[in-house]
């Protein structure tokens, strides 16, 4: 009889369907190409390629073409101690567990068993026991010894059971690219914090440059005054002046601090343990000549959120597969195979073998509605996901061109401000010479410094914002995640696990 339940098995096994529709990728309604950015004046930018391929085979990561040495140490151990990357980690982690358990699923199951019991009947219950027993034909105690297996296998006609795994495998890969989104955030965070940072050293480096020019000049100018060759009012114009730079260096001192508490906080530590490496020499991070932004196309490949959201999409997509098999019949086969005995003595003899082998099948008649409204839901959540994944599209090609936009313009206006700071150098110089001269009274000196420490100002905050507007564009760009992956799992056998493929 076995054997013809072994066939049955066999035959229903390869006869098995699955329910619901297969995933296509979706195919996203981008440009051609960017548009690069270009600025309504007509000027050209030659800051950014479109050769996607420097990127993908680049070994460095991003952050180490600003060469400085100081920003790619605090990024690798922000890495490796920031808090919201363990959580994503841990995320990740119970992503698999949940996976690998539907996976399980589609194996039969195996339990052991074993039971030991004493009972007495009633002398007064149903039937003859009383009566035998009270002729002392009978015992109303009994014994009941038991040790077994029992084993269990729900065959997956339908596929219900399959794209419950698919969808389980798909979410693993979107936590999988989440945590890569996350890891690329707080590398742009710290490189972000660390520009600041470094901006604030370098304004005050100038504003303190500029108060020991404005303590000279006081010093000539109290002279003069002392000497009767000009008035007083042209020393307190210059006190007036020192005075307001010395105001502004509390705010500076600041944004110095602050940057690097932040930098503490997302590298997992206490603020102030990063001091001494911060005190290390470093300049505001100059981005490279050329930044990869490859086409718009190569977003849904680079960018991790997109990734995400396709396999979101995805494991939606095998939900409603689902649903739909619980609409459907279902086979499951049993057996067990034990020991049972009366006595504990008699529990190993060969007469005491008992088993128990055969199908059982389930049919929903009616579940008031219940899988029906389970299926409608499934297929809403999946027009949902395919709202995300096509918002998560616009959001990532917004943030690209405007990306583009800012690295050009804060560009071009470092470039002007740079020319304006020399210029205002030499009138200022000239305008102290022409002081000295008495030709030029002291306003004239007054308005040219003031307009060097102004101009030198906004070229240092240039620089910042140039350094910023880089860092976004690479973030917007997906870039880094290659240099990344090795963050993620040991290997890429570990991240598929049995049957998965790579994300």
Known sequence: ?????????????????????????????????????????????????????????????????????????????????????EIAQARLEEARAIRNARAGRLLPTVGASSTAGRSRASARGPGPLGSLAEAGLASLENEQYTVGFDTGWELDLFGGVRRGREASQARFEATGENLRAMLLAVAAEV????????????????????LEIQEDTSRVIEAKVTSGLVPLIDLERTRTLKASLEAALAPLRVQRAAAAHRLATLSGLLPGQLDRLLQQPGEVPEPPPAIASGLPADLLLRRPDLRAAERELHASTADIGAAVADRFPKISIGGSFGLESARLSDLFDSAAHAWAFGPSLSLPIFQGGRLTAQVAAARSRLEVAEARWKLSVLGALEEVETGLVAYEQSKLAQGALSDAAESSAKTSELAGVLYEL????HLVLLDAQRSQTAIEDSLALARINTARSAIQLYKALGGGWQALEAQLEPSGEELNGPGGTRP
Do not use: K
Not at 61 to 75: G, M
Not at 191 to 210: P, V
């Open 438 to 441: 008495g030709l030029r009274d």
């Open 1 to 85: 009889m076995s054997w013809r339940y072994a066939l049955v098995i066999a035959l229903l096994s390869t006869v098995g369907c699955t329910v619901g529709q297969d995933f296509d990728p979706p195919v996203a309604a981008v440009p051609v190409e960017y548009q690069q950015g270009g600025s309504s004046d007509g000027v050209e930018t030659v800051d950014v390629i479109f050769d996607v391929s420097a990127v993908l085979e680049r070994e460095q990561p991003w952050w180490q073409q600003f060469n400085e040495p100081v920003l790619s140490e605090l990024i690798e151990g922000a890495i490796a101690g920031n808090l919201r990357v």
């Open 191 to 210: 490189a972000e914090a660390y520009t600041d940072h470094r901006g604030a050293e370098l304004r005050l480096r100038l504003a303190r440059r500029n």
